[in-house]
């Protein structure tokens, strides 16, 4: 088991090199976009198209990565987000650059990126024994906000020197530095259970047993939509982050620091829970992380300044990695391995379903309502509040916005059932005998919450 958890880390060692890489084209391509447009909207598209796919393929993709080898799906996920990566390139290197072309790029790669996640997710269970998957998860969880450390950072530095195709040119280099530690990885493949052989038969139905299992497990189901709710609170605010801090500072500097200091604080709180003894059962981890960060959300549309952003976003979150390591920890622990990929895909499914809506609303909202609102007679009432200044109306979602998380957050919590589910809910306990197992030597879900 202990080459198994290096297999595990040197995984996710490359796959945070690849996550900088992608990180720094992002942060590139969201100022040119931003200053070139001065809008909310194009960048709200962007998450748009990036999240559709986690609606319509999620669960098909978790039946091919139950049905594959999850190391194969692994290496055909990063390579086909390098070949978006690619193709925008091109049309930067020749400029032809265009909105449209941006947002089919991010529609194909989030289609790999979908890919990707129930095989990574499910191959924790594989390589790492239960343990030591509470520091696993968390590693897992804070490897993208090492990445938004550090991206921004040199992504600021480099795009003045190199441009947005030198920036996305060291972007295609990381890709092919995880694919090349992902060809020379092992990763067994699950035993068979008789509840996974249940599932077993088209991909439908295989599509379906992930759904399934989640609605014969009530409160697991109950946990999901609030999910669900959650991500569309959270990604609503937070697509307004580069044009908020941008209208705020007017510098693409104090951006990059501003970006980086959410990065900073999940690698520090995810450090933290890491050394953590003696936790509190998962779901109360899960729930009192999820009300600190509503916390703070409110409190980065009162912010102001770079300074105090920088200060509110490390805190907003801090408790994001215990939340979501001690969420997979549980749910890896409660389904049955050879149903993972299905399962974990089925609940990205359904916990980004309100997604792709909240870009949709978000955009239009803070360009067409409530930056034009701000200044108005009817604004004297929120103005002690966030103020009377540009961005005050994207300020006032991100209040409005944290707020709702807190309270549904306390409400969901004092609730008995809630409290107990991870007792209540039965552990995955091994059903086949081991002649079943199938071996091959020759492969991101986290919830966003």
């Not at 998962?282 to 409190?299: M, N, T």
């Not at 109306?393 to 991870?422: D, F, H």
Request: glycine share 8%; aromatic share 10%; net charge neutral.
């Amino acid at each position: 088991m202990k080459s198994s958890v290096h297999t595990f880390y040197l995984i996710i060692i490359t796959q945070t090199l690849s996550l900088i890489g992608s990180s720094m084209t992002g942060f590139a391509i969201g100022i040119k976009v931003f200053n070139d447009t001065g809008q909310v909207t194009p960048l709200a598209l962007v998450g748009f198209f990036s999240q559709l796919p986690r609606i319509i393929s999620a669960s098909f993709a978790g039946v091919l990565a139950d049905r594959w080898d999850r190391r194969k799906v692994l290496i055909m996920a990063d390579a086909g987000q390098a070949v978006g990566t690619f193709i925008l390139l091109l049309a930067f290197a020749t400029d032809n650059f265009a909105l449209w072309i941006l947002y089919l790029v991010v529609f194909i790669q989030a289609i790999f990126e979908v890919l990707q996640s129930p095989a990574l997710s499910a191959t924790v269970t594989m390589l790492v024994p239960d343990e030591q998957r509470d520091l696993a998860n968390t590693i897992q969880q804070i490897n993208r906000p090492a990445a938004n450390i550090v991206a921004p950072i040199i992504a600021g530095l480099l795009f003045v020197v190199i441009g947005v195709t030198g920036v996305m040119a060291l972007d295609l280099i990381s890709f092919f530095v995880a694919i090349g530690a992902l060809y020379l990885a092992h990763i067994p493949r699950p035993k068979r259970t008789a509840e996974g052989e249940q599932s077993r038969g088209s991909v439908l139905k295989e599509a379906w047993s992930g759904f399934k299992f989640m609605l014969e497990r009530r409160l697991l189901m109950y946990i999901v939509l609030y999910a669900m709710l959650l991500n569309f609170l959270f990604n609503a605010a937070g697509i307004m982050m580069t044009p908020y801090v941008l209208t705020l500072t007017g510098s693409e500097a104090a951006l990059g620091a501003v970006i980086a200091s959410l990065g900073a604080g999940m690698v520090a709180g995810g450090i933290a829970f890491s050394m953590w003894r003696n936790k509190p059962g998962r779901i109360h981890v899960v729930f009192w992380g999820i009300i600190i960060c509503g916390f703070f959300l409110s409190a980065q549309g009162i912010a102001r300044t770079a300074i105090v952003l920088m200060i509110v976003n490390f805190l907003l979150l801090f408790p994001n990695p215990a939340v979501n390591a001690s969420l997979m920890s549980l749910l890896q622990i409660k389904t049955p391995p050879d149903m993972q990929g299905r399962v974990f895909a089925s609940l990205m499914q359904l916990a980004m379903l309100a997604t792709p809506l909240a870009f949709l609303i978000a955009g239009p909202l803070a360009d067409e309502v409530l930056e034009p609102a701000v200044g108005t007679s009817g604004w004297a009432i929120v103005e002690p509040i966030v103020g009377a200044q540009p961005g005050s109306g994207m300020g006032l979602l991100m209040v409005i916005n944290g707020m709702l998380v807190v309270v549904t957050g306390i409400l969901l919590y004092s609730w008995k059932p809630i409290r107990g589910l991870e007792n209540s809910l039965p552990d995955y306990i091994p059903e086949v005998e081991d002649d079943m197992t199938e071996t091959v030597v020759d492969e991101n879900v986290v919830l966003a919450i």
